[in-house]
């Protein structure tokens, strides 16, 4: 290849980017000694600045040249303040030629830029924009350029799921904003589902009722429920609040607050078995096995707060206690009613 030693083997873009790069140290070659110029010029005139030398420098040697002699005070101070303001007056000068300097090289840079194609996406891209410009002037005759920039793109097989993408990024929320509106649907309609609870209302003796309720509903609205099922059979539930109804499965208070939903959701458990079953029914096996867990499921009691503070110190109320959550029954204890 014409210009280069007998030893190179480099490809023709290598070449076009040697003879860029020569270029463009030769322009910065020219840059520096026409600033070389300007300053041995500028240190020729009699301003104040000098290349090496500090401000106060600059200033005691101007200074010491303006008061040569005996002067007095007012001459002193004025020609102090002369110097200084012309001091001032040159340095903003030569930051303002600094700046434009700086815009004028920002501004080839960018026109520059302008020259590369739009649809071009290649990181070398302008050096094979300056190549196509000198090639067709010196080597018309070698070997033609095939690659086209606008026929080239990302490559697909490159993984890229690592990279931050805002669209990606708002799809994923867009899907699990879907995903929580469904997840919600689908528990309304848990909670509008019907349940069948049999309970006993508990006076010392057992009355077992059945009585339907939502999935949803509080204990507090079940209770109002079973209030009216028993205010035509006993003269007590019609005059007592339903606030003086205490709800007992598997011997523990369950609040008012608590829906049998939470209790269904959590798998909540018991002292004498689990709190997500609401009907009746005995573990029948035909071989007992320690290791196997009963499941066994009783009825809840209903019962009058005032029957219940009376009566705690007796079996079964004995065993009662609040429920409570965060508290778990590992294994159940099973007595007799």
């Not at 490809?11 to 110029?37: G, Y």
Request: proline share 3%.
């Amino acid at each position: 290849m014409s210009g280069m030693g007998d030893g190179y083997v480099g490809t023709a873009q290598d070449a076009v980017r040697i003879r860029r790069l020569q270029k463009q140290r030769e322009a910065e070659r020219r840059k520096i000694q026409e600033l070389k110029s300007k300053t041995a010029s500028g240190q020729e005139q009699s301003g104040l600045l000098q290349f090496g030398t500090s401000s106060c420098e600059i200033l005691d040697t101007a200074f010491k040249k303006e008061t040569v002699g005996l002067v007095t005070r007012e001459e002193y101070v004025e020609k102090r303040v002369n110097i200084r303001n012309k001091f001032e007056e040159e340095e903003k000068e030569k930051l303002h030629k600094l700046q434009q300097e700086e815009e004028e090289l920002q501004q080839q840079k960018r026109s520059k830029k302008r020259k590369i194609k739009g649809t071009s996406r290649l990181s070398f891209a302008e050096d094979i924009e300056n190549a196509s410009d000198e090639e067709d002037g010196e080597n018309k005759s070698s070997e033609p350029m095939n690659l086209r920039c606008g026929k080239l793109g990302k490559d697909p097989s490159v993984e890229t799921n690592f990279l931050p993408d805002s669209e990606r990024e708002a799809e994923e929320q867009a899907e699990r904003e879907r995903l929580k509106k469904q997840w919600l649907r689908e528990q309304e309609q848990i909670k509008n589902e019907p349940l069948m609870i049999t309970y006993s209302y508990w006076d010392g003796t057992g009355h077992r009722r059945v009585i339907q309720v939502r999935k949803g509903d509080a204990i507090g609205n079940f209770l109002r429920s079973v209030q009216q099922q028993l205010a035509p059979d006993f003269r007590e539930i019609r005059t007592a609040s339903v606030e003086n109804l205490l709800y007992v499965k598997e011997d523990l208070i369950i609040p008012h607050q608590h829906s049998f939903y939470e209790l269904i959701i959590n798998k909540a458990r018991g002292k004498s078995g689990p709190l997500f079953h609401f009907d009746v029914h005995e573990d029948v096996r035909t071989i007992a096995d320690a290791t196997i867990e009963k499941d066994e499921s009783h009825a809840g009691k209903v019962v009058e707060r005032h029957w219940y503070e009376k009566n705690k110190h007796i079996f079964p109320a004995s065993r009662w206690e609040i429920y409570d959550p965060t508290k778990k029954w590992e294994r159940y204890t099973v007595h007799g009613d």
